[in-house]
């Protein structure tokens, strides 16, 4: 028996990132229906999925509402997602972690609502988020990976972009130089950062009002946080007419004054540091869907040339 039901369109499409996606994809049904079967569960709903993993709301068999999460194993920055989750324990505003098996890359977590900080004001999300920091960034434990062992790697690649990308090319240098600096510098690394808090990563809960989910768990710094801040409600963000305003309102930025997150975020987070990991991952971000069209052997379509324009802009906002 496999699942109840299809493995959703929009996780199905990662096939063509390579083989490695394809295989997991194909294994999926029964690799997620195996991990019910042993824990007992019930399914309780149809699936929700993220980029690399798919959720479903199941119930245990003392009748707990709960979700089941597969992620993909190829995943490396979700690699210690239970480590994390079961460091914090519930603490810090996050997702509580019940159950989990690192062999299939099976969690099941207490469940969540639907509802996601998208649906407030963005400065109170902001704020939110800036209390989060503070409650998440605990020194970190001595299985994490590094972000700089991440960013090592990733800032390498970037020497091989071919000069008639569709990046700036003083970006790219940019980035490279600034990414090379953190990896060299040892505040890069010390606390348990997410990697990946934005506003449809919290969820409205019953233990708390909100709670953060989807960790990508790393040794890092606390100013690599805020960038996908940034590149989240960006519709909202252009229909203020002026995205390098808004942007930089929602950072601490090199002017000097204190942007959104700023205001009660840790005052270890200098604006100048902030700002130039949004520079080094924005342009990381770009160079991601460039290599993925090169990996399907395909041109860029319109959604890519899309975010790497976003991405661009984001980058330039923070400094210009």
């Given at each position: ?10 996780l199905?499409?990662q096939?063509e990132l ?6 997991w ?10 991990v019910?079967?042993d ?23 003392a009748?707990?509402p ?8 190829g ?9 994390a989750?079961q ?7 996050v997702v509580?972690?019940?159950r989990?098996?690192p ?5 099941l977590?207490?469940?969540?609502h ?13 704020e ?6 503070r ?7 001595p ?8 960013v ?6 970037l020497t091989?972009?071919?000069?008639n990308?569709?990046i700036?090319?003083r ?37 708390e ?18 960038a ?41 987070i ?32 319109a ?12 980058a ?5």
């Amino acid at each position: 028996m496999t699942l109840p039901y299809d493995v959703p369109p929009g996780l199905l499409e990662q096939a063509e990132l390579g083989p490695d996606w394809a295989d997991w994809l194909d294994r999926l049904p029964a690799l997620f229906h195996s991990v019910i079967a042993d824990w007992a569960l019930a399914y309780d709903g149809p699936p929700r999925h993220g980029y690399c993993s798919l959720v479903a709301p199941v119930r245990t068999p003392a009748g707990l509402p709960s979700m089941l999460k597969v992620t993909f194993d190829g995943d490396e920055e979700s690699l210690h997602e239970a480590v994390a989750l079961q460091h914090w324990n519930g603490r810090g505003t996050v997702v509580k972690l019940l159950r989990a098996d690192p062999h299939r890359r099976a969690l099941l977590l207490e469940r969540l609502h639907v509802r996601d900080l998208s649906a407030i004001d963005d400065l109170a999300a902001c704020e939110l988020v800036a209390e989060f920091y503070r409650r998440l960034h605990v020194p970190a434990l001595p299985q994490l990976r590094t972000v700089t062992s991440y960013v090592e790697r990733w800032v390498d690649a970037l020497t091989t972009l071919p000069r008639n990308a569709p990046i700036p090319r003083r970006l790219v240098e940019q980035a490279t130089s600034l990414g090379r600096e953190f990896v060299a510098d040892p505040a890069s690394v010390g606390v348990i950062v997410h990697g990946d808090l934005h506003y449809e990563n919290v969820l409205a809960g019953d233990r708390e009002p909100w709670l953060v989910i989807d960790p990508k768990a790393m040794s890092g710094d606390p100013h690599y946080e805020p960038a996908p801040m940034l590149w989240n409600r960006w519709d909202e963000l252009v229909a203020t007419g002026n995205v390098r305003e808004a942007v930089r309102r929602a950072l601490p930025h090199a002017g000097g004054r204190r942007g959104r997150l700023g205001r009660r975020a840790l005052d270890a987070i200098r604006s100048e540091r902030a700002r130039d990991w949004v520079v080094v991952r924005m342009v990381l971000n770009a160079n991601w869907s460039i290599e993925d069209a090169q990996r399907a052997e395909r041109a860029l379509d319109a959604d890519e040339r899309d975010w790497i324009t976003r991405c661009i802009a984001i980058a330039k906002a923070v400094q210009d």
